[in-house]
């Protein structure tokens, strides 16, 4: 299983672009990176999926270089109530099982 | 009305004790999950289920029992509660025919072990 690093926390102000990069050297051919959001109190939310390149949704950018070594959750214009801990997983598509959520990033945004 | 349920959604028990979480869904997802997370960490997979007759081990099995009665229902049991069980337990589904990996989640149980 593909191991991923992600910073522990960030702080942002609102209304900034966060970046959050997450670290997935040993990504196999067959993985994809998914993101999910937690808030206080809550189970984890989907956000966004990608294999290569860049996926863009409603809520987020996920920017994946050639390489997929590394990825990049784009939050635009954040506000307060993205506060939150942001999580990088990396397992094949439909193998649920194979899911690790790490300790994730804790996101605090700044009024 | 929410489309993954947990009961109870808060729990103080003693050591000992035999407990049980019930986890319901209406989503008609065949794949159910339990987990749990710890202050500061991630979550860790207890035991996942892909459809009725299916019941497979996760990451932290131990100390857990599960059962699923129907699709709709996945509940998970403490034997023998003890403290380090005190923690956060989430229940999940999801689509074996949807291609990503997308979990919907419970809004949780907390667990107290005195």
């Known amino acids: 299983l593909a191991k991923t690093t992600q910073p522990i926390s960030m702080d942002s102000y609102e209304g900034q672009e966060v970046n959050i990069t997450c670290s997935h050297n040993?990504?196999?051919?067959?993985?994809?990176i998914t993101w999910y959001q937690q808030f206080p109190s809550q189970g984890p939310r989907f956000i966004i999926q990608?294999?290569?390149t860049k996926v863009t949704n409603e809520v987020a950018s996920l920017f994946i270089p050639a390489d997929r070594k590394s990825s990049t959750l784009s939050l635009p214009r954040v506000s307060l109530s993205d506060t939150a801990v942001y999580y990088c997983?990396?397992?094949?598509?439909?193998?649920?099982?194979?899911?690790?959520f790490g300790k994730g990033t804790r996101l605090h945004i700044l009024p | 009305d929410a489309d993954v349920t947990q009961t109870p959604r808060n729990r103080i028990t003693k050591t000992g004790k035999r407990i049980m979480l019930e986890c319901s869904q209406t989503?008609?997802?065949?794949?159910m999950y339990w987990y749990r997370q710890d202050p500061g960490l991630g979550l860790r997979l207890i035991y996942y289920?892909?459809?009725?007759?299916?019941?497979n081990k996760g990451e932290i099995s131990d100390g857990y029992s599960v059962s699923r009665q129907a699709q709709a229902k996945f509940s998970l049991s403490l034997e023998s509660a003890i403290p380090n069980q005190t923690a956060l337990y989430f229940c999940?589904?999801?689509?074996?025919?949807?291609?990503?990996?997308?979990?919907?989640f419970g809004p949780g149980t907390r667990l107290t072990v005195l």
């Open positions: 999940a589904t999801s689509d074996a025919d949807r291609v990503s990996n997308e979990q919907f």
């Open positions: 040993n990504i196999a051919t067959n993985d994809y």
């Open positions: 990608g294999y290569k």
């Open positions: 997983l990396v397992a094949p598509r439909n193998r649920d099982d194979k899911i690790i």
């Open positions: 989503k008609g997802h065949d794949r």
């Open positions: 289920s892909f459809d009725v007759k299916d019941i």
